[in-house]
């Protein structure tokens, strides 16, 4: 093939590709370029050959920091460089042309426009950053709602315990004194008085009951395992549920908030059980593995569609559900929950420690 026929070749070859390409040689002067670098550089062909690619892109008379050319007449590879010229990102390929006797001689320079690709990844980047912000702000409002939740709670507790428990139980005390001082002969008032006495006797135990469930103070002095068990033993007493519990390497005492969440995720789990999935047995295990402590509650009751109950729509969402995501995303721990309909519902939360 003659010289002028390969240049009409290499011509017509290069002008058919879409990115910007040229022949350069050792000095980084121009010797070919197609119609896509004349378009890039908005000169003609004739104004392009012969000049060097940092004048006539960066307008410079030396090679830029980092310019793929130098580097190459080193590593005898390809090079590749990404810069910002004029609002447009480009991406810089410069691949080494080596003859038969291993030397080299010229390179030939792609340069890729990927405006469109940076311009995506500065959008994504800042929606992003926005979602972050928003994920930010939504943890910090549903701390402050969790926690003014267990305020309430302590509060509600002290308030049965301290004030009404008082109140029953000196009702209690007065009741056994009249019952006391009763006549031989008030035998059926005696028997009204004892019968008062007994519900009095429930109310308080229930009040008890009520209040260990608003504040588990056991926690603190038993650990969140001895915890669960008194929780479990007291369902099982009130239902005809079985629980089933297996506990590994959870020690006695570790991070307050860890302790309640993992707790309050048990209790609300357990209650959301027996208000909704008709279940007979429940399987909760409780295990260290990895430094984090998975909490999982196996029910074998009725189920229920996801898409329906935790997409967000017109319909409520379960609020139980959403509370126990809430408290384990705040420990940036993760919740799941799988379920059908007809086979139960299976709940895992990974919480680090």
Excluded at 116 to 132: I, M
Excluded at 174 to 190: A, F, R, V
Excluded at 296 to 319: A, C, H, T, Y
């Amino acid at each position: 093939m003659s010289s002028k026929a390969y240049l009409v070749q290499w011509q017509t070859t290069f002008d058919a590709i879409n990115d910007s390409v040229c022949l350069l040689d050792m000095n980084g002067k121009i010797l070919r370029c197609n119609k896509a670098m004349e378009s890039l550089l908005q000169k003609s062909s004739k104004e392009i050959i012969g000049g060097t690619c940092w004048k006539l892109v960066h307008g410079t008379d030396k090679p830029i920091k980092g310019c793929p050319i130098v580097r190459m007449k080193k590593t005898l590879c390809r090079e590749t460089l990404v810069l910002e010229v004029d609002d447009k990102w480009l991406n810089v390929t410069v691949d080494p042309v080596i003859d038969e006797t291993g030397n080299l001689t010229s390179a030939v320079h792609i340069i890729s426009d990927i405006t469109q690709h940076k311009q995506a990844e500065k959008a994504l980047k800042r929606l992003n950053e926005e979602f972050l912000k928003e994920h930010n702000q939504r943890k910090i409002l549903s701390k402050s709602l969790i926690d003014l939740l267990e305020k309430d709670r302590r509060k509600i507790a002290m308030e049965l315990h301290d004030h009404i428990g008082q109140i029953l139980t000196s009702i209690k005390l007065n009741l056994e004194m009249i019952h006391e001082k009763l006549k031989p002969g008030g035998m059926e008032l005696g028997a009204q008085i004892a019968a008062v006495q007994e519900r009095t006797i429930q109310a308080i135990k229930d009040i008890k009951n009520v209040s260990r469930g608003l504040r588990p103070a056991m926690i603190e002095s038993l650990g969140v395992v001895s915890s669960l068990r008194e929780l479990f033993n007291e369902i099982q007493q009130q239902t005809d549920i079985e629980i089933r519990f297996f506990s590994r390497g959870i020690p006695k005492r570790f991070e307050e908030a860890k302790e309640l969440a993992v707790y309050r995720i048990a209790q609300e789990a357990l209650t959301n059980i027996i208000r909704h999935a008709g279940a007979k047995n429940i399987f909760v295990n409780l295990v260290k593995k990895d430094k984090k402590l998975l909490l999982s509650v196996e029910d074998n009751g009725v189920g229920f569609d996801q898409d329906k109950v935790m997409k967000p729509s017109k319909r409520k969402r379960s609020l139980g559900l959403l509370i126990m995501r809430e408290r384990a995303v705040q420990l940036e721990g993760e919740f799941t929950i799988e379920s059908q309909p007809g086979k139960g519902t299976h709940l895992l939360v990974e919480i680090p420690i």
